[in-house]
């Protein structure tokens, strides 16, 4: 089984920083790594697919990146809506998501 | 707007048994597979089951195998859970999916219903 391993797991930020949150895959994936946000009580929302892709109607300022075994997440500007828990997820073999970070304001 | 929306989620004793249906809309529902995913009170994300449009093959986790089966009835635009021998550690919020697959190759889940929640307890 492919493990998914986010970092860190719970950060704290202000309104307007730039955000960064890593994925690591226990095998190579290639770019088969998707992003989601969770806020409490919600389902989860999908952001970037296919490791780098943005969904329709999510705001540039998420960005994906990466491949194989290391990937990333990055806000820029955060806003006070994007507080919130993010999943990475690997559909290579099967589907496995990461333990989740969660990012709080400061 | 895709719409996808789950029931038959309760409390239940332990070996007991649950099913839970997903009704589909707004969607081809026959030509997309399907997931089941839950989450524990507190807990992270855990993929489930999975289906094809056409309900040819069947996908699911080892903690769940033997145990749950996914179906669909594409008539009737809906997905279903039926889960037998339930145990405590099934407690969760059981959410479906929508799966779409890129122009890569990979897939990921576009969609997602509300959830429902599921207890298993004495």
Known sequence: DIQMTQSPSSLSASVGDRVTITCRASQSISSYLNWYQQTPGKAPKLLIYAASSLQSGVPSRFSGSGSGTDFTLTISNLQPEDFATYYCQQSYSSWTFGQGTKVEMK | ?122
């Open chain 2, 1 to 122: 707007e895709v719409q996808l929306l789950e029931s038959g989620g309760g409390l239940v004793q332990p070996g007991g048994s649950l099913r839970l249906s997903c009704a589909a809309s707004e969607f081809t529902f026959s030509s997309y597979a399907m997931s089941w995913v839950r989450q524990a009170p507190g807990k992270g994300l855990e993929w489930v089951s999975g289906i094809i449009g056409s309900g040819g093959s069947t996908y699911y986790a080892d903690s769940v195998k033997g145990r749950f089966t996914i179906s669909r009835d594409n008539s009737k635009n809906t997905l279903y859970l039926q889960m037998n021998s339930l145990r405590a550690e099934d407690t969760a919020v059981y959410y479906c999916a929508k799966e779409r697959r890129s122009s890569v190759g990979s897939c990921y889940h576009d969609y997602w219903g509300q959830g429902t929640l599921v207890t298993v307890s004495s």
